[in-house]
């Protein structure tokens, strides 16, 4: 007698002052706020983390949760320090909070589909439905969350209006690691990168795997389209596979800066890397009247062989 499949199953809980959803299927389990539509948590069952939520994580309306994968939209970091195009589109460039205007919002949950093998949510943005505040422009924004053997990630941008649009945009993923000395990210060899903390000079390109011993927040340029995490203190490694982006932020705060940092313990800095799968700098997207851009992200983890 064959055994029926595992259903997934999709509960709503309020958390505090947000409202999120909780998926679980026969492989892993996802937490989402529809606020931001911002995924708190994801783990796999018998397996640390894979995302990383801090454990002073604040469920506040209208402020961004430390941890997960806030939605950077429709520009990445300090507006200031993006391109003449992306800073053109707000009329208060000076004022610009930092990654963007969306991650506090409410976004409108389109549905749930449920299916044998995964369960799939879908959140919405309409920017002339909800205006954002100093940012004049027509916009629909999709973000699509796939839970089945792997993570999966598709951020859709389409310019409802007349003229060309101008972005820059980051799936800003905390991931979740034994120790951050100990683990090392592969495929960034040979990729030029901007270097932030050092007058935000641009090196010529990363030699080898990136390891850390300090403060790290790099803007790599021409990135490819598999990265990993080798963590061999979990002895397994993480997976990221993307398209629609060819430039990627990776950033951890090491002791002094986690000292300054809100919704975050001192020794946080050791148990979290940030790899922000983006379009930024030469690599922002100017989308003509009508026009779409996705960005996807797929993630999963697999055991290092004894």
């Not at 990630?153 to 951050?180: C, K, W």
């Not at 300090?214 to 340029?221: C, M, N």
Request: net charge negative; aromatic share 8%; glycine share 6%.
């Amino acid at each position: 007698m064959r055994t029926a499949p595992h259903q997934p199953q999709v509960d709503r809980l309020e958390i505090d002052q947000l409202t999120c959803w909780r998926l679980r299927t026969a492989h892993a389990e996802l937490l989402v706020a529809q606020q931001g539509a911002q995924i708190l948590n994801y783990r796999r069952h018998d397996e640390p983390p894979l995302i990383w939520l801090s454990p002073q994580a604040a469920y506040q309306r209208g402020q961004g949760v430390r941890g997960g994968v806030p939605v950077c939209w429709p520009w990445f970091g300090n507006l200031q320090r993006n391109p003449p195009a992306v800073q053109a589109m707000y009329q208060q460039p000076a004022q610009a909070p930092a990654h963007g205007l969306v991650r506090s919002l409410d976004w409108q949950l389109l549905g749930i589909d449920s299916q044998d093998d995964g369960v799939q949510l879908e959140f919405f943005y309409d920017s002339a439905a909800q205006p954002l505040a100093d940012w004049p422009h027509a916009a629909e924004l999709r973000l699509r969350i796939r839970l089945d053997e792997r993570l999966h990630l598709e951020l859709h941008s389409r310019n409802m209006g007349d003229t060309p649009l101008a972005i820059s945009q980051a799936l800003h993923s905390y991931f979740a690691v034994s120790d951050i000395r100990q683990v090392s990210v592969e495929g960034l060899h040979g990729c030029r990168y901007i270097d932030t903390l050092e007058d935000w000079q641009t090196r010529h390109q990363q030699e080898g795997a990136l390891c850390f011993n300090g403060e790290t927040d790099r803007i790599y340029l021409d990135t490819p389209n598999q990265l990993s995490i080798l963590d061999l203190a979990w002895q397994r490694r993480i997976h990221l596979h993307s398209s629609g982006s060819n430039s990627a932020v990776l950033w951890n705060p090491w002791i002094d800066k986690a000292q300054r940092l809100s919704q975050f313990a001192a020794e946080d800095w050791q148990g979290m890397l940030c790899i922000e799968h983006a379009n930024v700098m030469d690599d922002i997207r100017v989308l003509a009247a009508g026009e779409q851009h996705q960005l996807k992200l797929s993630l999963w983890s697999e055991a290092l062989s004894q």
